[in-house]
Every structure is written in C-alpha cells, then in structure tokens.
C-alpha cells in the first residue's frame, strides 16, 4: 500500500514538474523569422500584463495583452532594436508595464532603502550593544583594600576556627 501511494506521489511530482508555463502565444502571431520570434519571446516575458498584472504577456490571454504581443513583434519587424521597442512600450503604458523595474534616479531610493534599512538596523545593535556593557569598576584604594583584607581576614578567622585561608 505505502509503496503503490509512493509511486503515486511520484508520478504526481514528476507530472506537475514537467508541465511548464503554457504560452498564450497563438500561431497566427508568431513571426515566420525564427530569430525576430526568439527576441519577441524574451521581450514578452519582460512585460506586464496590464489586466492580468503578475503575468508576463507572453503567459497571459487577455486580448490587451494578444495587442501587445503583435505591437511587439511589428516594432521588431520594422527594425526596432529590443532597447527601441522596450522604450516604446514603457512610454505608451509606464514603467508599471515591466516585470522587473529599471534602475534609475527616479527609483533609487526604492531600490537603496531595503540596504539603509540594513545599515541603520546594524548601527542599532551596534550601538545597542555598547551601551548595556557594565562599566569597568574602578581600582580599590590602598584604604579600601585593607580594610577589604581585614573584613576577609575576620571572616575567615570566624568559620575556619582562626585559621587564615587565601582567598
């Protein structure tokens, strides 16, 4: 029984792993060049599907996201670089149409926020740290340190029946 359930896991397991992300992309969009298709595949999966919103338009059938798809691939058949074609897909929609954000001034502090966050939290503990250390004692007086003898001197002088011990 534990073995069959086994091989039935198994089975499931190997199933769901080899099923891959099935493309939205319908024959009658697919360019006859095999190379301008390979570029419009890769720039597809850099875009934001704006109705679906956390898929690639290339993984989406929304009918804006089919009209994206084909302005790609006429901006490529019209000789646009993948640089060209990006440029004018974010200034039609805004750079919400990226999967993955572009660096640049205007987002700088988005991306450099979660590593001040890190640095102000380290300086914290730092800190943090320093401030609960007890502070050194200070050194006995010549005073002190002889009436300190004379009490342990007493007190040993009581519990082991006048024998002085070193302490």
């Not at 590593?115 to 006995?140: H, K, Q, W």
């Not at 340190?145 to 070193?166: C, I, N």
């Amino acid at each position: 029984m534990k073995a069959r359930l086994s091989a039935s896991l198994l089975a499931l397991m190997l199933m769901l792993g080899v099923a891959g992300t099935a493309l939205a992309v319908k024959p009658d969009e697919m360019l006859a060049d095999p190379a301008l298709e390979a570029r419009a595949r890769a720039l597809s999966e850099g875009l934001r599907c704006m109705v679906c919103q956390n898929q690639s338009i290339d993984e989406s059938d929304a009918d804006l996201a089919r009209d994206l798809r084909i302005l790609v691939r006429q901006r490529l058949v019209a000789g646009d670089t993948d640089k060209q074609v990006m440029d004018y897909v974010v200034s039609r929609y805004g750079e919400f149409v990226l999967l993955k954000p572009r660096f640049d001034l205007r987002n700088a502090l988005l991306w450099g926020t979660p590593v001040l966050l890190l640095l102000a939290g380290g300086v914290f503990i730092v800190l943090s740290t320093r401030s609960r250390r007890l502070p050194a004692t200070a050194a006995l007086s010549a005073e002190e340190q002889a009436a300190l003898d004379k009490m342990l001197g007493d007190q040993s002088g009581h519990s082991s029946g006048g024998q002085s011990r070193d302490v």
